[in-house]
Each structure stands twice: as C-alpha cells, then as structure tokens.
C-alpha cells in the first residue's frame, strides 16, 4: 500500500469543478419516504444517470450531494432541494432531465441552476406550507387561527427519540389564510373541506405540518375527523411583504400566503 504524504488525502478523487443546485418534487405515495429513503434514491438516481457526480476522498467515497431541510416524512411537497457537485462542467437542464429520467414517478427534478454564493442554506428560512382539511368547516377553521394569531406564544409539546421537547408555534408562524373547496353532494369525497395556507419560519427544531394542528386544537379544540394532507408549497427568504424568494437564483419567481 503507498504511503500518504503529509497534507495529501488518502485515495483522492477528480476534484469538484461545477456545483449544481436542483429543486425537486415528492408527491402521491411517495410523500410517505423517510429522508433516508428518499437520498438513496436520488444516489442511485446519480449512479444510473451517468451525471459525473464528485466524491470524497479515502477509503469509502460518497457523492458529493448536500441536502437541506428535508420535509417531514408523511407530507408531500413541491420545493425540495439538493446541491450536487460534479467532475466536469454539464449545463443544469441536461442535469434535471438525466435524474429525472431514472428517478420514480413522485420524485420529480423540476429546476436546476448552476450554484452561486450565498450557501443554499443562507436563501432559505422559512417555508410555505398548505394543509388541506377535509371534514372541516372553513368557518371553524378561520376562528382556531384567528385565535392562535392572537397569543404571543403557543407551545405544544413533541414527543422525540429524545424525550418531549416543547415546540413554540405561534413564534414559527408568519402569516395564515383560509380558503375552502366544496365538492357537490353526491360525488365522491363530497362535504366540507378548508384548506389552510400558512408561512412558517424554519426555527430549530423547525415546526411542522402537525405541530400547527395541535397548536389549533389546544388553541381551539379543532380536531380533524381525518388525517389532514400536508404539502410545502415553496420555500425561501422572508422579505418584510411575505414573499418568499426562490432560493435558486435572484430575480425568479417569488410566492406569498
């Protein structure tokens, strides 16, 4: 075995020449994939793919792929992001279209820009969540969120591998409306149905779908009939108006609640 010299790595890799930034989706059933699961598919994605993805020195090599705030596993979403770094310089679309292609319907490569500072992390602190209601009254649902916005803090408490862990709910959220979806008698699925749209900051731990629910029901006793489906909508940097920028480049499209 050769020897390492002083100040080389052990087992060096081609070096990290372009670093690509991609927004993803995880929809359907495959909002029920844990993290874990859901970068072993985006490695194995990277492996069938052929994208020349860089990786670490030494004697176990990973690809060089940073992920950053994984939604919970249960919820859906449409603004998931990971940052890849390659070995050769690829323009992004040819990038998003090689995973897309060998990636699982649900997990779906929408966008993908060349990185550029700041950190991936630094565009990012809040997120813009929708959580559809069935079997709840859009009338009862605007009270137990008028009541929520109105205390200064609201803590709930989160059961973790840990121990429970008190979660301040009203300090995450930002702003939230109320909007309804009414499916004709008759048809399937048809009765009451409030959909909430909300802004949350990312705190640590960061506040979830399911710490606002309880937030509404020791603020209000609202409880759900049925498992509510959750689905983050957008994620970005809070300006003072709401809005939050898209985190993979200035100038894109921006969303408010």
Same mark, same amino acid.
């Given at each position: 075995?050769?020897r ?5 790595a052990?087992n060096?890799a081609?070096?990290t020449v ?6 993803f989706?995880k929809r359907g059933?495959l909002?029920f994939?844990?993290h874990?699961?859901v970068a072993?598919?985006?490695e ?5 793919s052929g994208?020349p993805v ?6 176990s090599?990973?690809?060089r ?9 249960g919820?859906?979403s449409e603004a ?7 070995t050769?310089e690829m323009?992004?679309?040819?990038v998003?279209?090689?995973l897309d292609?060998v990636?699982?319907? +649900?997990l779906?490569?929408?966008d993908?820009v060349? $990185?550029?500072p700041? /950190?991936?992390a630094?565009?990012? =602190?809040?997120s813009?969540?929708e959580?559809?209601l069935?079997?709840v ?8 969120i008028?009541?929520l916005l ?5 803590v709930?408490?989160r059961l973790?591998?840990s121990?429970?862990?008190?979660i ?6 930002v ?6 979806r009414?499916t004709p008698?008759g048809a399937a ?5 409030a959909?909430?749209t909300?802004v949350?900051?990312q705190?640590?731990p ?8 309880g937030?509404?029901?020791?603020v209000? +006793? ?7 489906? $959750?689905?983050?909508? /957008?994620?970005?940097?809070?300006d =003072?108006?709401?809005?939050?920028a ?8 921006t969303?408010?609640?």
């Amino acid at each position: 075995m050769a020897r390492v010299r002083p100040g080389e790595a052990a087992n060096p890799a081609p070096p990290t020449v372009q670093r690509i930034r991609v927004r993803f989706a995880k929809r359907g059933r495959l909002r029920f994939l844990s993290h874990r699961d859901v970068a072993r598919s985006v490695e194995r994605a990277v492996r069938r793919s052929g994208v020349p993805v860089s990786h670490s020195h030494g004697f176990s090599p990973h690809p060089r792929i940073s992920w950053n705030g994984a939604a919970p596993t249960g919820t859906a979403s449409e603004a998931e992001y990971f940052e890849i770094g390659l070995t050769r310089e690829m323009e992004p679309e040819l990038v998003r279209s090689a995973l897309d292609a060998v990636l699982p319907d +649900g997990l779906d490569i929408l966008d993908a820009v060349i $990185a550029a500072p700041p /950190a991936l992390a630094e565009r990012i =602190d809040a997120s813009l969540w929708e959580i559809v209601l069935d079997g709840v009254e859009p009338a009862a649902l605007e009270a137990a969120i008028a009541a929520l916005l109105a205390e200064d803090t609201l803590v709930v408490d989160r059961l973790m591998p840990s121990g429970t862990r008190q979660i301040d709910v009203r300090a995450a959220v930002v702003s939230a409306r109320v909007s309804a979806r009414v499916t004709p008698h008759g048809a399937a699925g048809a009765g009451d149905c409030a959909i909430l749209t909300a802004v949350v900051r990312q705190t640590t731990p960061a506040v979830r779908p399911d710490d606002v629910l309880g937030a509404l029901d020791v603020v209000a +006793g609202l409880k759900p009939p049925v498992p509510a489906k $959750a689905t983050r909508m /957008a994620q970005g940097l809070l300006d =003072d108006s709401g809005r939050l920028a898209d985190p993979l480049g200035p100038g894109r499209v921006t969303t408010r609640a």
